[in-house]
């Protein structure tokens, strides 16, 4: 008697995941800076590694924490990263950050251009015979990211067209980020895929957690903590704390009621040492800010939420008022790398 192979369904159950996350943009989206405050949401600066092919953007950044960055340079050869992500799997990382996933699909080296090699040399102008030969090579890349014991996150460059818009009653040229420049259904590899637009803003694209479904928002370290509850919820997805994975409740403080004054004070440089929301009872949100000059602390108030999003330890450059002991934002700028005093 011959016996087959014996088949049996089981429960679902829900287990502890890694993250698969593509951060898609176009050039000055911001993927690097991203991909990174989400990493340091995950796990601590020490434990993120990347491997950068972007001509060292990835260590402009080097004054949020302490990352670790392997450099490729072309050719860009997916057995490199493959390579790269063993590395980095051994030396204890737990979360690599492939900047950009990219250039391993259409960079100097890479899979287009070997095919594109083959066929002309190898195969005679044999197209399909040449994707038989370098097809493999990139499989072997997709799953070694699938199954890395790391956390994965993979930026990827948009193909950018540039379009004619009407904002304001005002008509101009607005720059667009369309389709990432990677393989066709590259998307399906991730747990989610976030596109990021040139205002650093994210429309996600795919979304398996459910937890960003139709929102609009810019990434930072909160989303870490969210992806990282979803991800080690094991079979509790529905006791996931939620006030892990929704914004947190604003703290009701007494406000100082002196944002209609203008009495300017300085223009100077700060770094950020510490912000966090508060509200009036009224509901109306202002950011408490601690800021650093020199060696002296000056806690401040602003009525712009969005420097929120400022990661601590950014420099700034800020207008501030001063009324009867209190200091207030009125504007700021992010001071960019070379530009401090």
């Not at 066709?184 to 795919?206: I, P, Q, R, W």
Request: with cysteine; charged share 20%.
């Amino acid at each position: 008697m011959k016996w087959g192979i014996i088949m049996e369904f089981k429960p679902a159950q829900r287990k502890r995941a890694k993250l698969r996350l593509a951060i898609a943009g176009p050039s000055g989206s911001g993927k690097t800076y991203s991909a990174l405050l989400v990493a340091s949401g995950i796990t601590t600066w020490e434990k993120i590694a990347v491997i950068d092919s972007e001509n060292g953007s990835a260590e402009l950044y080097a004054h949020l924490g302490g990352y670790s960055v392997l450099t490729i340079e072309a050719p860009y050869d997916p057995q490199k990263y493959i390579n790269a992500i063993h590395i980095a799997e051994q030396a204890g990382f737990e979360v690599i950050i492939i900047d950009s996933l990219s250039h391993a699909w259409n960079g100097e080296g890479g899979i287009l251009d070997q095919q594109g090699k083959a066929a002309d040399t190898k195969y005679k102008g044999n197209s399909w015979a040449a994707w038989r030969e370098c097809t493999p090579r990139h499989n072997a890349l997709v799953e070694a990211m699938l199954k890395s014991s790391c956390h994965i996150i993979a930026t990827m460059r948009s193909k950018t067209e540039y379009a004619q818009v009407t904002e304001n009653g005002k008509t101009g040229i607005k720059k667009l980020g369309m389709a990432p420049i990677q393989r066709d259904g590259m998307e399906y590899e991730f747990t989610a895929v976030f596109d990021l637009n040139l205002e650093h803003v994210v429309s996600v694209g795919k979304d398996r957690t459910g937890i960003f479904d139709g929102q609009y928002f810019k990434p930072d370290v909160v989303t870490g903590h969210k992806l990282l509850a979803w991800l080690n919820c094991d079979n509790k997805v529905s006791k996931v704390n939620s006030e892990i994975i929704s914004p947190p409740k604003l703290d009701v403080e007494a406000i100082p009621d002196i944002f209609s004054e203008n009495i300017t004070d300085l223009l100077n440089t700060y770094r950020i040492v510490s912000s966090e929301a508060k509200a009036k009872g009224n509901g109306q949100v202002f950011a408490k800010v601690v800021l650093l000059r020199g060696d002296t602390q000056i806690l401040s108030w602003s009525a712009l939420p969005e420097i929120l999003d400022i990661p601590a330890g950014t420099l700034i450059t800020a207008t501030i008022t001063e009324l009867k002991g209190t200091h207030v934002i009125e504007s700021y700028a992010i001071v960019k790398e070379g530009e401090a005093a």
